[in-house]
């Protein structure tokens, strides 16, 4: 019987510092104990188990055999002694601590190998398995493949050896149980995003810490561009999780496209609740990035709540990738009207369709659209392709020239009917000879303003005349007057 309290106590600190489940930790324990009576009191092939009372503090130890018939062994029907490969017990070492080569046999899961020697044939080994005749005079239940368990008296005086193999047990199988329970949980987070703190930078890798554990950015999985300080928060897609020999590994990006609607679904509570769907991305990170949206609600604008408020909403997301430009465009059903919308910003005059099951398309822009709908290095119609998955061709709209059979009919413009003398004669009026007629009639109207403007002048000029001849008249006759006075 052990110290129940402190024991206790040591347990749920464990739990806390690693984050490990309880049961987790007791079984642990178990397996310690199981490992260190085998190593003072056990035998070479057994298979020894301890069961901890959490009530009581009192350890049950049993050894467990398997219950096999001649079906299930080899030809050999006896060995007394097996190789220490099979038996999984003791193994001598001069390069290895004894401890630690123990350990490592002896943290494989007992349930499994018998498991596995249960759906083969087997050598048998009396210390690991019983036939099944003997099993069922102890147990009518039991048949071929069960378990028969043996009670062993427990002991609690254990060697220096044992304490420390049992201590070793502790340790590596805590640090394997912290390591599945990282996996289990980030397992489940594939997809997600998660906010990581730079912890360090070694070459092209950046190595985040995302509370628990680390996170890796490879160099394919950066933005070009992007710098990188320590202590630098970021958020990150996980786009996988695995298993190492040395942990968790957990690969993270920040160009992946998924990224973009992660940060929508954070920014825009329509994409939330799933009002406004993104149907599809296309991303050039560092550069630009196009999402087609549609909403499930005829009232709801999607473009107008990935928008937001003045940009709010997708300003917040253009931050977050270091000012990408970002493209929210009106996704349609209609491949004509889609292919137009993904080639926003450039105004497209008409979409053809050229071969609809290679999905190929044919875009008309005017002159001044060109090179929006183009956009730099082709980068505007290759994400519209990637969008869309259309294959589109920007064409020039050009004005087609009438032929001359047409130009020559546009000509005529009306017919006159002219009398000469007691004959009636069909006079064409050609657009060239009713211009003529234009420009005639209005020098026609200069002359006459220039006459009327010279005519005005005259009489002006003439009453001016007649004024100043009175006045020197009246000037005359009042000299006269004097003069005879």
């Known amino acids: 019987m052990m110290e129940l309290k402190q024991f206790l106590s040591a347990l749920e600190q464990i739990c806390e510092e690693k984050g490990i489940p309880k049961e987790k930790v007791v079984e642990t324990v178990e397996m310690a104990l199981a490992a260190a009576y085998k190593k003072d009191y056990g035998k070479k092939g057994q298979i020894i188990r301890a069961k901890l009372d959490m009530e009581t503090g009192l350890v049950k130890m049993w050894q467990a055999k398997l219950v096999v018939d001649q079906s299930m062994l080899k030809e050999e029907e006896v060995v007394s002694e097996v190789s220490e490969t099979e038996s999984g017990a003791e193994v001598a070492s001069s390069s290895k601590p004894e401890a630690e080569v123990f350990v490592k046999k002896f943290n494989e899961p007992v349930e499994e190998d018998l498991a596995v020697e249960a759906e083969q044939k087997v050598r048998f080994n009396p210390e690991r398995h019983i036939m099944v005749d003997e099993a069922q005079a102890e147990n009518v239940k039991l048949k071929p493949g069960d378990e028969f368990e043996i009670p ?65 950015l490879f160099s394919d999985q950066k933005i070009p561009g992007e710098n990188y300080y320590i202590g630098q928060r970021k958020r990150l ?27 929508f679904e954070f920014e825009v509570p329509e994409i939330a609740s799933e009002t406004v769907v993104i149907k599809f991305i296309a991303r050039e990170a560092g550069s630009r990035t196009k999402i087609a949206v549609v909403s499930t609600k005829a009232e709801i604008d999607p473009i107008g709540a990935c928008v937001g408020q003045r940009g709010t909403r997708v300003q917040a997301v253009i931050n977050e ?12 059903v209609d491949p004509v009207k889609y292919i137009s919308h ?55 709209y050009q004005i087609e020239e009438p032929k001359q059979e047409e130009r020559a009919k546009d000509d005529v413009v009306e017919s006159t009917e002219v009398d000469v003398g007691k004959k009636v004669v069909k006079k064409k009026k050609t657009k060239k000879s009713k211009e003529k007629e234009v420009e005639e009639v209005k020098e026609k109207i200069e002359e006459v303003v220039e006459i009327d403007q010279n005519t005005e002048q005259k009489t002006n000029n003439k009453a001016k005349g007649e004024g100043i001849i009175k006045k020197l008249k009246l000037k005359i006759k009042s000299k006269k007057v004097k003069a005879e006075n």
């Open 321 to 332: 990738l270091g000012g990408e430009k970002i493209d929210i465009i009106l996704y349609d």
């Open 152 to 216: 062993l008296e427990p002991h609690q005086d254990f060697g220096r050896i044992a304490a420390q193999t049992a201590k070793q047990v502790i340790i590596q199988r805590i640090r394997e149980v912290e390591r599945d329970v990282v996996y289990e949980n980030f397992k489940e987070k594939e997809g997600q995003v998660l906010s990581g703190v730079v912890q360090r930078v070694e070459g092209d890798n950046i190595f985040f810490d995302l509370g628990k554990t680390t996170g890796v």
């Open 342 to 396: 993904a080639l926003s910003p450039g105004k497209v005059i008409e979409v053809k369709i050229t071969d609809d099951k290679r999905q190929e398309a044919q875009a008309i822009v005017a002159e001044d659209q060109l090179s929006l709908a183009i956009g730099k290095a082709g980068q505007n119609v290759r994400l519209a392709a990637k969008l869309t998955g259309w294959r589109i061709d920007i064409v020039k």
């Open 237 to 263: 897609y996980l786009v996988e999780v695995a298993r190492e020999s040395r942990g968790v590994l957990i690969v993270l990006s920040r160009n992946h496209p998924k990224l973009v609607s992660k940060l």
